[in-house]
Each structure stands twice: as structure tokens, then as C-alpha cells.
């Protein structure tokens, strides 16, 4: 596999250009080809130049090779091909207030957390940052957007894959995608989840990258946490707490709680006044969630009228709470599910063949 420009920040890429003998102005000609979400072979650059980097680079690192769209909301849901031939997919999701793509970080994941279909098949390789960044810029340029007027406004860091995982790419893409003269997104208008990794979340509030910090908390107690998620025996729910006092201490940014509602585990009224107890008071907003069913998994959702008297017992005590509406349900909405139908049919395939 070749190396992938949209690695490069604008001053890298101006480095890159002058070791080949080229003028400046030729590294933004580049820059602004490859944020308009154009393939190295179409950006207008001399034919000298073009040729010495696509001996070196990928031509299209991201690209999408399948697109199903939504019967009950119009969500789309992308499925792309990096260029070593691996898959990974995004959710892109209208707002009122904008549109927001849901991107992965990594193929497959290792957090081996039990309602995920991204880590049934475990981890395969971390994504870069230009991988991670050039999800956008591919959506972006699909949905008829550009630099000045962007399709996609808004970003999560949801899909595939743990970031906290991949720290150094995705830090390096949080600052590339919000770098001036490119997609330009503000760091606020961002989402990054993470199960909970202490150390990675200090470390985090220290990049001076004021986006939502978003932790999948879906349980009160470590007992019960570590039920459904094997990280919470490494990192206990104090020790979270406390990496979120620090985050905000660092940013000023409040968190978020991400609290998925999982039928005989974690939402009846007793779950909700524990999770109250421990969050009331914190500058903290509570996102429930009903479970995204995964065939391959035992657990199922919560039904509408246990959510709503979860979220109303948060409401009652003070918490800052919503329900998120679930989109995309038709089309395979949660982490992880596109991807493995599209493994598993292929597999199927292989074997009917032979």
C-alpha cells in the first residue's frame, strides 16, 4: 500500500512539493484538489508532478463502493474500500441544525464491547488520518458539497474502531479536518466517543481540541459495566469521573454520557435513580439510546415505554437528559453491521463458488 496524501497537513504538503522542485503555489493547488474530495489524478497540478506523486501515493485511499439509503428517514449509510482492499462504513444523518457523518477510526475494533458489531471480527489495523479524514471529504463531495458550502457540517467519531485506540491518527485528523483553507470544521461542531480509556481522556484534554467528548457509560455500576464492556475491569466508573472533571477543568467543555437502554441488563427505574445519583450535579448531559439490535449478539432493545420512564426519572432528579432518535435502523444503523453483512454474504459467495 502506497502512502496517502491527505495525511498531510498544508505545510507538510508545501515540504513535499519543493523537495520535488515545484512552486508553493502548486502544494495549495493540491490541498484544496484533495478537500474537495477530488482523486490525486484530477487535481490540475503539472503532469511532472502528478506522475511522481502517484508513484508514491494513493490515487484514492477512500472510496465508496456502496451507498443504502433509508425507506423511514432518508439516512444514508455509506460502505468504503480503503486502497488494501479493507472495509469500513459511515452513517450520514440530517439535522435541523446540519448534517452529520457518523466516521470510523479503525477496521473492526478490540474493545470486544457486547452490543457492537464492530468487534465481532476483533481488530484489523488502525485507519490513518488521512483514511479517517477522507470519509469526509468523499460524502462530502457525494452529497454535492463543497469547501465553501459544506454537505457535511458536523462529525462523530462512532463508527468502527475505539479512538482512543488510535490516538496519534486521530488527533492528527481532528487537526487537519478543522486546519483553515481545507474542510475547516470547528473542533465544537465534533464528537469523539470513547468507551473510556483514563489515561487517553487526560491526555486529551491537554491537546487544547475543544470537541464533545462523548463516553459509553451504559451501566452505573463496575459490576455491571463490565458485563457488557471488558474495558471497565482495566478503568473503573470513579476513575472515569474523574478523567471527565479533568476534561472539562482543561476545555471548559462539558461531557457527555452515552447510556444504551438493554432490555433486562440496565433500564428499569432502579438503573435510572443509580445513574442519576452518580451523574446529578456534573457538567454532563445524559444520551439514551434504545439498543441497535446485532443478530450476531443475545441482547435486546428496550421498548419505547421503558425509555421514556428511564429518561423521566433522569428529568425528575435534574439530569440533563435526552432519548435520541433512532435513525437508520432499516439499513443496518449500528457500528459495525454493514460491514459484517457485507464480509459474511461475500464469504457465502466464496463457498458457493468453490
Known amino acids: 500500500m502506497k502512502k496517502i496524501l491527505q495525511d498531510l497537513s498544508f505545510g507538510e504538503l508545501e515540504t513535499l512539493v519543493l523537495s520535488y522542485g515545484e512552486k508553493k503555489f502548486r502544494a495549495k493547488q493540491l490541498f484544496e484538489g484533495l478537500m474537495q474530495g477530488k482523486r490525486l489524478s484530477e487535481i490540475p497540478v503539472s503532469s511532472a508532478l502528478r506522475r511522481a506523486l502517484l508513484e508514491e501515493y494513493e490515487d484514492e485511499p477512500v472510496k465508496i463502493k456502496e451507498t443504502f439509503v433509508s425507506k423511514e428517514d432518508g439516512t444514508k449509510k455509506f460502505l468504503f474500500e480503503l486502497a488494501d482492499g479493507n472495509l469500513i462504513e459511515g452513517v450520514f444523518m440530517r439535522y435541523k441544525y446540519g448534517n452529520t457523518q457518523c466516521v470510523s477510526t479503525q477496521v473492526g475494533c478490540r474493545m470486544g464491547c457486547k452490543f457492537c458489531a464492530s468487534t465481532l471480527g476483533g481488530l484489523v489495523r488502525n485507519l490513518t488520518a488521512g483514511e479517517i479524514l477522507g470519509q469526509i471529504l ?17 462529525a462523530v467519531l462512532m463508527g468502527s474502531g475505539e479512538p482512543f485506540d488510535n490516538y496519534e491518527n486521530v488527533v492528527k485528523f481532528l487537526k487537519n479536518v478543522s486546519a483553515e483553507g481545507g474542510i475547516c470544521m470547528s473542533p465544537r461542531n465534533i464528537s469523539l466517543s470513547t468507551c473510556g480509556i483514563v489515561p487517553a481522556m487526560k491526555r486529551f484534554a491537554d491537546e487544547g481540541l475543544p470537541v464533545n467528548l462523548t463516553i459509553s457509560l451504559h451501566a452505573s455500576s463496575d459490576g455491571e459495566r463490565a458485563r457488557v464492556m471488558p474495558v471497565a475491569k482495566a478503568y473503573s466508573i470513579a476513575e472515569i469521573m474523574d ?11 462539558r461531557y457527555i454520557f452515552e447510556y444504551t437502554l438493554i432490555a433486562g441488563e440496565n433500564c428499569d427505574r432502579e438503573h435510572a435513580e443509580a445513574l442519576a445519583m452518580l451523574v446529578k450535579g ?4 445524559v444520551n439514551l439510546i434504545r439498543l441497535n439490535e446485532v443478530k450476531e449478539r443475545s441482547l435486546a432493545a428496550a421498548d419505547e415505554k421503558a425509555a421514556y420512564r428511564f429518561l423521566g426519572v433522569l428529568e425528575k432528579s435534574g439530569v440533563s437528559a435526552t432519548l435520541r432518535r433512532s435513525l437508520g435502523s432499516d439499513i443496518g444503523g449500528a457500528c459495525g453491521q454493514l460491514r459484517a453483512s457485507y464480509l459474511e454474504n461475500k464469504q457465502e459467495d466464496n463457498k458457493d463458488e468453490n
Not at 468523499?138 to 458536523?154: F, H, I, M
Open 282 to 285: 456534573q457538567p454532563c448531559h
Open 138 to 154: 468523499a460524502v462530502n463531495r457525494s452529497e454535492g458539497g463543497t469547501l465553501k458550502d459544506r454537505a457535511v457540517t458536523n
Open 243 to 253: 478523567a471527565c472533571a479533568y476534561y472539562f477543568q482543561k476545555t471548559g467543555r
